[in-house]
């Protein structure tokens, strides 16, 4: 190794292992407003002397660091941390250095305790240190230490940092034509807020193509009254930043909007990256769509599904800087009208390059915006989609079902928690699990608890209340009359809604139901039965679900001496409806619990 070019002498001090970070510092870890970033490194040096460490932040932009110490927990591992009070990219890194007044004192110490008496020379380097003509042992070991020399410091490290409702929310999807437009949504809005809900998510609001519409239940022609999939976007009345003029106006939007804050909850709008055959962009750009050799288009696949009304884009189009530039501009047109939240369906199917770019292009002058990723794939593209800037992400809970799936589809999650934030919707349009099918209402009862106290994040769509659970076909995970090719009439009426309202209520109410890091599951000695604790600060809960939609299930809720509680103590179920409360303590609980039924038990009464 050649010698360094630099004439200094390389620094001695060593800062490794630097956390939190991702990737080496490709990515930025992710954080909400108000939370604090739990730094720790490894810091040391050759020989004795004392060093002293802190991170340095800031947002990125300001010009001024701000400083929060680092302090020693041995075995030279240094541990600190700092508050980000605003949304946007900050950035951090570890400083250290060597304190040599500190490390003067620390020899000179010794040597007193060690009985010399000629410490003439010692006092006469701590003269030269502190800056006096000389110094006696007692005014060199009164002397004030913090002298910063040998400054290294480590790399810089980003964190994203998003609003409280990119980690913590309730969603709750339905479709604007089946509850009379933006106007029939506003008025529903107090009931939504009633309920607890922080978003409601609108699938595609834009005018909708009349080539190859899909009929009733996907049929490949359509009626003369059928309205079409609001994901066929486009006609002669405009593109991606239209509104059917059905749903309403862009002042009635506006308005909606503007209504929906008031009672504290947000519009998210869908944002699918695909057209109908009668988009105006195939006119004004067909350089935008990939033709086959015969000239033609093919239309969007998902085997065994078909969407003969949908054309995807040419990412790979000679023109590619003018189709990012167009979709940036879409998103920017929905966030002037007052949009925050963008829900973005199948964004594993675009190039990540370009949803990087497009994320921080919005971000960097709107940080309150959110983006929600529709990508059920693989994992690997699901955690750089997070990486990339995508504050949540749908998740495979739909799936998991059984103890053990649901055992290690949580593992998964927390290895993940860096960078990706799961939305555990509970079922979509698109996704009709058999679990719901064959298991009626308890199934549904077992999977919106398991949805809203596992995760901070969860979503159900419109029906869900409803109990609705009939499939296309045996087998399938299509709805029977599926709203997305038909208008329904909707109301919020459903029988399990006041239990949405009472997890709602729950959720906001304790702070272990928030997050998702502090959980810890607990043995029910029943695998039909899944438990588990999750508690911050002062504030815990345990939850216990029948997984079983067909039988009661008895076992116990084992709540181990580690988890720190007292020996006995009074819980309160915050779903029951005779407000039941009971003594738990250490060690083995009873719990006997009907099809789909469940505990959510906040202790301390």
Known sequence: MPLPKTTEPPPRIQIQRVTPQVDCGRYAVKRTVGDRVEVTARIFRDGHELLGAAVRYKPTGATRWLEAPLEPLGNDEWAGSFEVDRA???????????????SFQHELRRKVDAGQKDLAGELSEGAVLLGVEQVTVEGALAAPAGDRAEKTWSQTYEVDVDRELARFGSWYELFPRSWGGFDGVRAVLPQLAELGFDVVYLPPIHPIGLSNRKGRNNALEAGANDPGSPWAIGSDEGGHDAIHPELGTTAQFEKLCVAAKKHRIEIALDFAIQTSPDHPWLKAHPEWFNRRPDGTLKYAENPPKKYQDIYNVNFDSEDWKGLWEALRDVVLSWVNRGVTVFRVDNPHTKPVPFWEWLIDEVRREHPDVIFLAEAFTRPVMMTTLGKVGFAQSYTYFTWKNTRWELLEFIAQLLEWKETYRPNLFANTPDILHEYLVAGGRPAFEARLVLASTLSPSYGIYSGYEHFENVPAKPGSEEYLDSEKYEVKTRALDGPLLPLVAALNRARRDNRALQYLDNLTFLETENDSLFAYLKRTGDNSVVVV?????????????????????????????LVADDNADWTWHIGRNYVRLAPGQSHVLRIGG
């Open 88 to 102: 946007g990219a900050w950035c951090y890194r570890v400083e250290a250095w060597v304190d040599r007044v500190a």
């Open 545 to 573: 679900v029948n997984l079983d939609p067909f039988a009661t299930q008895e076992g116990v809720c084992i709540l181990p001496a580690s988890t720190g509680l007292p020996p006995a103590y009074r819980v309160h179920d």
